[in-house]
């Protein structure tokens, strides 16, 4: 028997829920943005209204005001979208415990064993869930319905705002087939310019590709998005609650002002790698490749990655391997507006200490004493906060700066 997966979706989650407060503005354009004097000025989310302007998530806010003049900006409230979250998603659970957020603002849910319980109809049943979001919260969900999780996204996006689509295994080829091959989950900017090389412009034309000239061009991910396309996802959702190991973890940041000079980009790419590898420290998990994207003040991107042998959790190695990035494809006559620095690739630590092992019976000695530094940091940020030590050449941003307290903890 087929599985039963909901995708639900928040509509226009950010804005949606601002507009609770400010119900005056819900028939104008509307975006939630993040503050420009920080030079963080893009739009975060928007309302229908803003849609029909064009008006896009992740432009700067002044390309977003020259389309639509009109556009009423309002502040985020990052606390109160996570509460909200948190709370629709225990409702979820009234339904299911097969519950995986996928973000903030969406979740998908496994009902096939629990879809007799409340009426068998599992479109019926979806509608329910959208009647109960909106009465209690105020909010709009879409669901897509499907046998596998990958159609059932497809189907949340299908139609929006407050819609329910269903896909089903004698419907996918002609609803889902002739949408954009860039519809498709995990199908990147990457994938979808080999696609476009070799003719691959929908799903249906990935679906219908060669499986096994996918696995050439794209590895494990090729044939992967090939099953996708043809609906031979299985992949489960996630018990509520089961921690499911990270793929990649990166860090990005927008910086005050523009980092001029190899040295400046040295201290915003150490910075980051500091971050990133704190968090694989956290997370168990070893990289073995690291990509470096950098944007410049025109906003134009550039993005590389490399293989790391061995692997590794540790900041100093994450910014070398970062910077040798940064000088075989950027000019440092030029000004950086942001760095975003992802480890790729990840295996958990006690795998990749196998293979440190079976390569190198003596360990560098250099190389234990900077793990043994970085331990010691992680020490004194888990008792005084993530601020209170850093790499000594980071760019320094006052209002992000923490301080520990003094001996006895007092101020």
Not at 17 to 30: A, G, I, W, Y
Not at 127 to 137: A, G, K, N, P, Y
Not at 177 to 206: E, M, N, S
Request: charged share 25%.
């Amino acid at each position: 028997m087929d599985r039963v997966i909901f995708h639900c979706d928040l509509n226009s989650f950010y804005a949606s829920v601002e507009l609770l407060s400010h119900p005056e503005l819900r028939h104008k354009p509307v975006a939630v943005c993040g503050d420009p004097a920080s030079r963080h000025g893009i739009i975060l989310a928007k309302n229908e209204p803003a849609k029909a302007f064009q008006v896009k998530t992740a432009e700067t806010i002044w390309q977003a005001k020259r389309k639509c003049p009109d556009l009423v900006l309002l502040p985020a409230h990052h606390g109160l979208y996570r509460e909200l979250s948190r709370k629709v998603n225990s409702l979820y659970h009234d339904y299911t415990d097969l519950v995986e957020p996928f973000g903030i603002d969406e979740s998908w849910l496994d009902v096939t064993g629990t879809l007799h319980l409340f009426g068998g109809d599992a479109k019926a049943l979806a509608d329910h869930l959208r009647d109960e979001v909106r009465s209690r919260f105020g909010l709009t969900i879409s669901v897509g319905v499907s046998f596998n999780k990958v159609f059932a996204k497809l189907g949340s996006d299908y139609k929006k705002p407050d819609a329910t689509t269903v896909i089903t295994r004698e419907t996918f080829q002609s609803m889902v087939w002739p949408l954009p091959v860039t519809d498709l989950l995990y199908v990147g900017r990457a994938a979808a310019q080999t696609f476009q090389k070799f003719g691959i412009h929908t799903i249906g034309d990935l679906a219908t590709f060669d499986r096994e000239q996918l696995f050439s061009l794209l590895g494990k991910n090729g044939a992967q998005l090939h099953d996708f396309a043809s609906g031979a996802d299985h992949s489960p959702v996630a018990p509520a609650g089961q921690y499911t190991p990270p793929k990649s973890i990166g860090n990005g940041y927008t910086f005050p002002k523009n980092l001029q000079g190899r040295d400046e980009v040295k201290a915003g790419v150490s910075q980051l790698a500091d971050q990133v590898a704190v968090r694989l420290r956290k997370h168990g998990m070893m990289c073995q490749g690291i990509s470096l994207a950098i944007r410049s003040p025109e906003f134009r991107d550039i993005s590389r990655q490399m293989r790391l042998d061995p692997p590794t959790d540790l900041a100093r190695e994450l910014t070398q391997s970062a910077m040798e990035l940064a000088d075989c494809c950027w000019n440092m006559a030029n000004p950086v507006r942001a760095l975003t620095v992802t480890a790729i690739y990840l295996l958990p630590a006690e795998a990749a200490g196998t293979q440190l092992d079976l390569f190198s019976a003596d360990r560098d000695k250099k190389r234990q004493r900077l793990e043994r530094l970085e331990e010691a940091m992680d020490v004194i940020r888990a008792k005084y906060g993530a601020g209170a030590i850093a790499p000594a050449s980071a760019p320094r941003d006052p209002k992000q700066e923490r301080h520990a307290p003094p001996p006895g903890g007092g101020m």
